[in-house]
Every structure is written in C-alpha cells, then in structure tokens.
C-alpha cells in the first residue's frame, strides 16, 4: 500500500537569472523572467520548495499544489513563531471530515526572488503529512501564488521559473489545456475501460497519486468492466484523518492527446464532497501529472503540458498492505491493512523498523521505496512493542 495524502480543501535553494536568458528553451519570454526555485520530488510526485515567512529568518518546507485554493501553514510552525490564527466561521472538507477554518492575515511569504504579500493563510494540522514524508512540512501554496504569476515547472531539471503574468508563445511538442480555473483548475480527461467516458477532474498537483474517483461517479458512470480484478483495500490520509479506499487499475485515460494504459486508481466514499461530484468525477493527482513539464498560466485559463523524462516510467502496480511513517524520531508502521501481505507476514501497527534488507538508513521515502519490490521477498527487520526484535520477510504483490 502506497501512503496516500491528499491535500484537497476546497476553500477556495533559489538560482540567478541564466547569462543566456534570451536562450532559455522553454519559450516563455526572457524580459518578464522574475525568479527560479530549485525544488525536492517527494515520492508521488510531490514538490517541496523552500520559503520564508514574513521576516521570520528560518527557511521552511512549502508543497507547491495546485489542489491547494489559496496558502496555509502547519499549526505547529505556527506555534514556533508564535502565531495566532483567528477562528472563522467558515468550515474545511477533508476526505475524512471538516472542521472550522483558522486564519492568519496580511502574511508574506517570499519564494526565490519573489515576495507574495497581503496573503490570508489558513493553519492546519500536517502532522500527518510530514509523517509521510520523512521531513518536516510547514505548509502549502497553491492558488494564492499560482494565480500571480506565469510559472514553468520543469520536472527534468527540478526548477521552477516565475514570470509575470501575459501572453505566451508556447514552444512545440506539447498541448494546451483549457481548465476552468475558480480557485482549483478542473479540465475535461477521458475514461476507457468498460466505456468510454468523458469527465471534468481536479488538476492537482498536491496528490501523491495517479487519480482519485468517487464511489458515486464509478457506480453511476460503471465505468469499470464487472470481470476486472477485484479491488485491493488501502488507506489515503487527509484533512480530517484517514479513509478507507479500494485501488484498482483503469484500462485507459487520456489527457489532450496523451494516452496511458492500466493506471492505478483509487476509489472511496467521499461522504464530505471533496471531489464535488456530480460536476465533476475525481482528480488527476501527480504521479500522473508529473510525467509532464507544466507552464502554468491561470490568468489566461491555460495549462501547457510538454512530455519529460518520466513520460514513459512505468507505473506502481506494488502491494504490501503497510503505510510507514516518521514519528518521533522513529519509523514505524502507521497501518496494516487485514490479510494483506505485510498482515500475512506478520507486520503488526507500531512495530518500529530498524532496516529493510539490511539498510539501516532511517529514510522514510527510501523504506516506502523497498517496500514496492516485487520479486524476492522483502526483509524488514522491527521491534515489537514488547521491546523483542524480529525478522519479517515480506512477498510484495502486484494489483495488477
């Protein structure tokens, strides 16, 4: 089981200017170039950049998510600078649950050489998510940055480049999408596998995943062939706690004119309407997303995507069962999901792993990575609650 965070709440290390700016080959327009961030890929695709908040000197871990309408910060960096959000009296969805939306007003955040000011931050809890990745998350950007500027997001070389707003010639190769964008761009994708389907989607680059569909949009559309292989159950983590989910495969899904085949998608009860169905059937999250090299131009309505390097990578089709995280200092498994194959060998929750086949590295996105293997049984060795170690050898299997 492949850890799973989405981002959703529906509220609507910087570089210098290249010498050769007039060169640069992307075909954005070298006179409006502002700024350039380099930026981490956490495993799902995920992109972490560096930030500073208001005058405050420490620099801090921001998602960059375009499922994310507006800013928001950890509410344990927000007790490290001793900030006090007010309560409003507006609610937030989650996948998992609401709850009343705390605000911080006319803060700043400055991202590579450019500074967004006046900005209204929502506090939330993202203990969770910093779990997940094995680093510690301070907040998320999305809306409230995107929507000020023309962006380039090159995943090839991990930079993104900022440019004021305007018209663009975008170069070859790629192919223009056309989202609604009303705090979250949502474009149309193509369905095929017991039909052929035509739906809108969340574009959202904050979820560790290929795509998200509501039970509802399935059941009502019956898009999937009653003969495929029957679901696997799993977790996905979120706003509000964590939600049973199914994960199974789609035969087919198209984005303009790029087609991929047998992709995994998650299935849940969205009992709190985060994918706002019927207008829409799910998201498209960014392990899908990031096969392609994006420039972002809300002010236009408009999306480029251009194919990269990870155009081609293969899917994750693994299935251990288990969710990991970072806790307190340790990495321990978070979830076992009955008679899977981390349950069946013998994986229990708040076993603390020591090494997987013999790495004793303690990186959480590492571990996650092992944990995909399939092939050889994998070897995790734990320590039991009751302070005994153990050797636990588990067979990875395939959803597909």
Known sequence: MRTLYLILTLLIGVASLPANAQDLDNGLP????????????????IILGRVKLNNFPDSLNFIFDTGCGGASLDSTTCQHFKLTPALSPNMIRGIAGTCHQRILQDMSLAIGGVTLDSLLMQVNDYDILSSVYGVKIDGIIGYSFFSRYLVWVNYDSSMMEIYTKGPVKYPKGGFLLHPRVF????????????????????????????????????????VFSPRRKKPVPTQGAGLGGKADMQLTIL??????????????????????????????GGLIGNDLLRRFNLIVNYARSEIYITPNDNYRQPFDYSYSGVNIGLIDGQILVTDVMPGSPGYLAGLREGDIILAIDGKANQDVQTYQNMLKAMGPKVKVRVRRSNGEDALVAVKISSIL
């Not at 070298?30 to 695709?45: C, H, I, M, P």
């Not at 149309?188 to 995943?209: E, H």
């Not at 790029?258 to 706002?276: A, G, K, N």
């Open 183 to 222: 705090g979250l761009p949502m474009l149309q994708g193509k369905l095929a596998d017991a039909r052929n389907i035509n739906s809108r989607f969340y574009f959202d680059t904050g979820a560790g995943l290929c795509l998200l569909f509501s039970s509802e949009f399935t059941s009502d559309s019956a």
């Open 30 to 45: 070298a006179k409006r170039y502002l700024s350039t961030l380099r930026f981490q890929v956490l495993n799902g695709g």
């Open 251 to 280: 035969k087919k899904f198209s984005l303009g004119p790029f087609h991929f085949r047998e992709i995994p998608t998650y299935v849940f009860d969205d009992s709190y309407d985060v994918t706002s169905y019927p207008q829409l």
